[in-house]
């Protein structure tokens, strides 16, 4: 399945009740801070792109200093998003290949609904929540002025957007305990599918 929702939605929070569940989570996130470490061929193609300047003084790619320029400009997060995408989709193809035959595989890619990858999955779960509380955790648990957090909001796919391509929408507005009792509805559904023998990737 794929499962996505944008920053500050509480996805990763759901893709972690997920994994203590028994699913094998593939993070794209984590996935995409991989090809771009020190010694990689996306490193150097990200610094061919936009200059030495997004560099850490220890080498590594400086991600805030790249976020303030590419979702300030469409075109630069598109010339972004061909350097990396490609490299984590082949990771990604290598780690579906490698769980067993009959895991649960949750795919956690955020982008899922700006590049159209739902046919990809047999079922989408998006992570919902209003836009100013999603705001308001971007501020408070990952120190970004207001302003930003809403500059990355706009750069993603609308909330409209995201709800019309959900199979399963779990909505976190609510308290931790609403989350974990909707996440044990999704995994109910998701282990009944698996077991009627369909794939619940």
Do not use: C
């Amino acid at each position: 399945m794929g499962l996505t929702g944008g920053i500050g939605s509480g996805k990763t929070e759901v893709a972690r009740r997920l994994a203590e569940r028994g699913a094998v989570v593939i993070d794209a996130d984590r996935l995409a801070r991989e090809v771009v470490e020190p010694g990689t061929a996306g490193l150097a193609a990200v610094v061919a792109e936009f200059g030495a300047d997004v560099l850490a003084p220890d080498g590594r790619l400086d991600r805030a200093r790249l976020g303030e320029i590419v979702f300030a400009d469409a075109d630069r997060l598109a010339r972004l998003n061909a350097i990396v995408h490609p490299r984590v989709a082949e990771r990604t193809a290598e780690l579906m290949a490698a769980a067993p035959e009959d895991a649960i595989v949750v795919y956690d890619v955020p982008l899922l609904v700006e590049n159209d990858l739902g046919r990809e999955y047999d079922v989408v779960v998006v992570v919902d929540a209003p836009d100013d509380l999603r705001v308001g955790r971007v501020v408070a648990n990952r120190g970004m002025g207001e302003e930003q957090a809403r500059a990355r909001i706009r750069a993603q796919a609308s909330r409209e957007e995201r709800l019309a391509a959900a199979d399963v929408v779990v909505d976190n507005s609510g308290t931790v305990a609403d989350l974990d009792a909707r996440v044990a509805e999704v995994w109910a559904g998701l282990a009944a599918r698996a077991g009627a023998g369909s794939s619940a990737s």
